[in-house]
C-alpha cells in the first residue's frame, strides 16, 4: 500500500525526511509546507538536493491538507514555539491527516504531556478520526526502543541507564545549543533548557515509556544536571570559539524512582569540543552506552555514523526514518494519541532497494 504524505517544516530534520518521502517505494509526497518566504514556491526536490518533482513548497497549511494527505510528517521547530506546533498538529489532525512528529518532544508518552495539551490533542483526534504519534532518536528510538529490547532477555533487572556521548561540535543548530543549552555561557546564565522541571517536560516520555513496559509504577521523575566549565578558549570546527570561563560540555539525566530508589536513568553526556570534560565519559563520534544491571547484567554500546562520516547526520536521519517507519502503523491505529509501546516494533520496510 502506498501512504500519501505530506510534509510540514523543512528545517534541519524536515530536509532529511523530505528527502527520504521522495525516494520511498511506499511513500507518496503530496504537498510541502514551509514558514520561509525564500522557501516559498520552490520544487521539492531543490530543497532536498534531489531533481524537481513537480511539487511547489506553500506556506499555507490548508492548501496542502485540501490534499486529504494519509498523513502529515510534521518537522516544524516546536523547541521555542510548542504551543503554536501544537496548535499546527492539532490543525492537521482535525482534517483527517494522522500525524507523525519529531518536533514537540512532550509528546512523546501521555505520562509526560501537558494535561491541557493532551486533552486537545485527543480532542483533535476525535474530530478527525486520526492518530497522532511523536518520536524519534532521542528522545524515541535510542532511548525507549533499544533499551527495551534488552529487558525481554532478562530474569531480573535491578537498574537500567541509557546515556547518549556525543560531540555537538558539528550540530548546526546555534540557538538550541548556545541559547537554549547554555554552551559558551558563564556559569551563572540559567539556560531555559535547564531551568527546573523543563529536563523533566522534554526528556520524561522516555522514562515514562519505559516504566510503562516494565509494568511499574514511577515515584517521580528527578532531574541531575552537571556543566563543566573551560578555562581556556576552545576553538569549535565550524568557526567560533568556546570562551574561557563558560560551559563546553554539558551532563544530564533523569532518573525514574520506583519504589524509593532510582531504577531507570536517560541522560546525555555532551561537549562542544574534544578536550571539555575530559574525566567523563567519552566517545568518537555519538553513542548510546546502555546498561542493565541484573540478572544477567547487560552493556551494550550502538554507534551512529551518517554516509558523510558525521554522527550529528546520523542522529538527524533516524529521527525522521523513525516517524516515517512508523506511518502505516499510525494510519492503521485507532484515533488517539500514541506512544512507542503503542506502536510496537517499527521495521525498515522500503529500505532494502
Not at 553513542?287 to 550502538?302: D, F, N, Q
Request: glycine share 12%.
Amino acid at each position: 500500500m502506498t501512504y500519501r504524505v505530506a510534509l510540514w517544516g523543512t528545517g534541519n530534520v524536515g530536509r532529511v525526511a523530505l528527502k527520504a518521502i521522495i525516494e520511498h517505494p511506499d511513500l507518496e509526497l503530496i504537498g510541502v509546507v514551509v514558514h520561509s518566504p525564500e522557501k516559498i514556491g520552490v520544487d521539492a526536490g531543490d530543497l532536498c538536493g534531489l531533481d524537481k518533482v513537480g511539487i511547489l513548497a506553500t506556506c499555507d497549511p490548508a492548501l496542502v491538507l485540501a490534499l486529504s494527505p494519509d498523513a502529515v510528517c510534521y518537522t516544524a521547530t516546536g523547541d521555542r514555539r510548542p504551543y503554536d506546533a501544537v496548535n499546527d498538529i492539532c490543525l492537521a489532525l482535525e482534517t483527517g491527516a494522522n500525524v507523525v512528529s519529531t518536533s514537540v518532544v512532550s509528546l512523546l508518552h501521555r505520562g509526560s504531556a501537558e494535561p491541557a495539551v493532551l486533552a486537545q490533542i485527543e480532542a483533535a483526534c476525535q474530530v478527525g478520526g486520526t492518530s497522532c504519534f511523536t518520536s524519534g532518536n532521542d528522545p524515541g528510538f535510542s532511548t525507549e526502543f533499544i533499551p527495551l529490547a534488552f529487558t525481554g532477555a532478562l530474569e531480573r533487572l535491578d537498574f537500567i541507564r541509557v546515556q547518549e556521548v556525543s560531540s555537538y561540535a558539528s550540530y548546526d543548530q546555534p540557538e538550541i545549543l548556545f541559547d537554549m543549552m547554555g554552551f559558551g555561557k558563564p556559569p551563572e546564565y540559567v539556560p531555559p533548557f535547564l531551568a527546573p522541571g523543563v529536563l523533566k517536560r522534554l526528556g520524561g516520555g522516555s522514562v515514562h515509556s519505559i516504566a510503562e513496559a516494565l509494568g511499574v509504577e514511577l515515584d517521580d521523575i528527578i532531574e541531575v544536571v552537571e556543566r563543566w566549565n573551560t578555562d581556556v578558549d576552545l576553538g569549535l570546527t565550524g568557526g567560533g570559539i568556546i570562551p574561557a570561563g563558560t560551559t563546553a560540555a554539558l551532563r544530564f539525566e533523569l532518573q525514574g524512582i520506583v519504589a524509593g530508589r532510582p531504577l531507570i536513568a536517560v541522560g546525555h553526556v555532551n561537549r562542544m569540543h574534544d578536550d571539555a570534560a575530559p574525566d567523563w565519559p567519552q566517545s568518537s563520534g555519538k553513542a548510546y552506552t546502555i546498561t542493565l544491571e541484573g540478572s544477567p547484567t547487560v552493556r551494550a554500546k550502538v554507534e551512529m555514523v551518517g554516509e558523510d562520516g558525521d554522527h550529528n547526520t546520523a542522529g538527524l536521519l533516524i529521527t525522521a526514518m523513525r516517524v516515517l517507519h512508523a506511518i502505516p502503523k499510525v494510519c492503521e491505529a485507532a484515533p488517539g494519541m500514541l506512544g512507542a509501546n503503542d506502536v510496537g516494533l517499527i521495521t525498515g520496510r522500503g529500505v532494502v532497494r
